[in-house]
């Protein structure tokens, strides 16, 4: 069977169960290789840990091996919490238990599961030492969960487990998606704006300038790649007009200004948004900046914590735009990591970061996330093009 993962994106598996029923030996068996620390101590794992492995067909996966979900007292219950929330960026997950059967905490992580439409995996650990309980196989059946008897110690159904994660594995992984090589035709030429500034990594073009001068070759187009002080020379040496502009956000005001209104423009943030499966409702929250009010809160989100620079765009030019842009008392919170703030209701708007450490799945949860509360939601590249009045130009090009 072959599979392919699209470009740079890893499945993520979370795995969830009671203390001490096999989830790091699991992760070892299925990999073989010993990496996980197994431990016969209960709780050995205490906060959600990412392991990176290649497996075979589906590519790389990252496994969060997590604490045990029936984990006590006050410290227990904020692992419990932060093993749940692990579930946010998951693409799938494997629920562990053993010869106990199904509890009333896992049943309860089944209920999370479906509630997050998250695909799932009931694996009976230990079962070489008994087999586990009728009443929780029987439960399995009538509800159509798919499970394993599984034996981390003798091996026997890692094979099936192994077969079954690539039974799972959602259609939206397995597909190659082009990031704009189907709004391309074969032969035309992409003009690519990329600022060599002091921001910029040395030596090197950042991944998805990268990511896109390779979907333009796939598609037999031809790229021209210039700084944003070359656009006019490089519009006047062209024979005829570029079938597509793609910038960089930063400079996006410019690049509409030199770039006349026939020729289609877009962003890199803005292609990447629609790459990763949810350009709509970006553009959606984007919109709903005309509607901030004097008082608002808006929660700058960013997924990872990277080093802040002196003109750091989520922590000084965003909100400085919302509040050129708004006229309005707009106050903007930043929030760096893998989770929301508990309390995401409070804010009116939320504007994420270009999310390029997340996976696809991970990103359309956010926005899941944002929309079940009721909370709009962008992303920079698309706020961006909002506070410089060109959305509707460089989501034109997208269909929008
Ligand atoms: S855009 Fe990438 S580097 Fe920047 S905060 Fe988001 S995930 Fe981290």
């Known amino acids: 069977m072959s599979m392919k993962a699209p470009r740079g994106e890893r499945l993520v598996i979370a795995l969830i169960g009671r203390r001490n029923v096999g989830k790091s030996s699991l992760i070892n068996a299925l990999t073989g290789q010993a990496i996980a620390i197994v431990d016969e101590q209960p709780g050995t794992t205490t906060d959600p840990v990412a392991k990176h492995f290649e497996l075979l067909p589906v590519g790389p996966v990252t496994f969060y091996d997590t604490a045990g979900i029936d984990d006590v007292g006050v410290v227990g219950k904020k692992r419990v919490a932060a093993s749940l929330k692990v579930l946010w960026r998951s693409d799938m997950a494997l629920l562990v238990t053993d010869e106990a059967g199904l509890t009333h905490d896992e049943k309860a992580a089944i209920a999370q599961l479906k509630k997050m439409e998250i695909p799932f995996l009931i694996l009976f650990n230990k079962s070489d030492k008994s087999a586990p309980p009728e009443k929780s196989l029987s439960f399995c059946r009538e509800e159509g969960y798919p499970f394993v008897l599984l034996s981390t110690a003798t091996g026997s159904g890692v094979r099936e487990t192994r077969d079954r994660i690539i039974a799972l594995v959602p259609e939206s992984f397995k597909e190659e998606r082009p990031i704009i090589g189907d709004i391309l035709n074969p032969g035309e030429t992409v003009l690519l704006v990329t600022p060599i500034d002091p921001g910029a990594p040395r030596g090197r073009l950042i991944l998805p300038q990268v ?190």
Not at 244 to 252: F, K, P
Request: aromatic fraction near 6%; charge should be negative; include cysteine.
């Open 211 to 400: 990511q896109v001068l390779r979907d333009v070759l796939d598609r037999d187009a031809l790229a021209y790649t210039v700084k944003e002080s070359d656009i006019t020379r490089a519009l006047d040496s062209l024979k005829s007009p570029p079938a597509l502009v793609i910038t960089d956000s930063q400079v996006v005001e410019l690049v509409n200004r030199l770039v006349p209104e026939p020729v289609p423009l877009t962003t890199f943030s803005t292609a990447f948004a629609r790459y990763k499966g949810e350009l709509a409702p970006l553009v959606e929250g984007a919109r709903t900046i005309d509607l901030l009010e004097d008082g608002d809160r808006v929660l700058v989100a960013e997924a990872c914590s990277h080093h802040a620079q002196s003109d750091d765009i989520g922590r000084v030019k965003i909100p400085r735009w919302i509040k050129e842009y708004t006229g309005k008392r707009i106050e903007t919170v930043i929030a760096a990591g893998h989770d929301f703030p508990e309390s995401l209701e409070e804010y009116a708007l939320v504007i994420h970061c270009g999310a390029c450490m997340l996976t696809g799945m991970d990103m359309k949860r956010r926005i899941r996330e944002c929309q079940s509360r009721g909370v709009p939601v962008t992303n920079y590249g698309v706020a961006i093009s909002k506070f410089h009045g060109v959305l509707d130009r460089i989501v034109r090009p997208f269909g929008l």
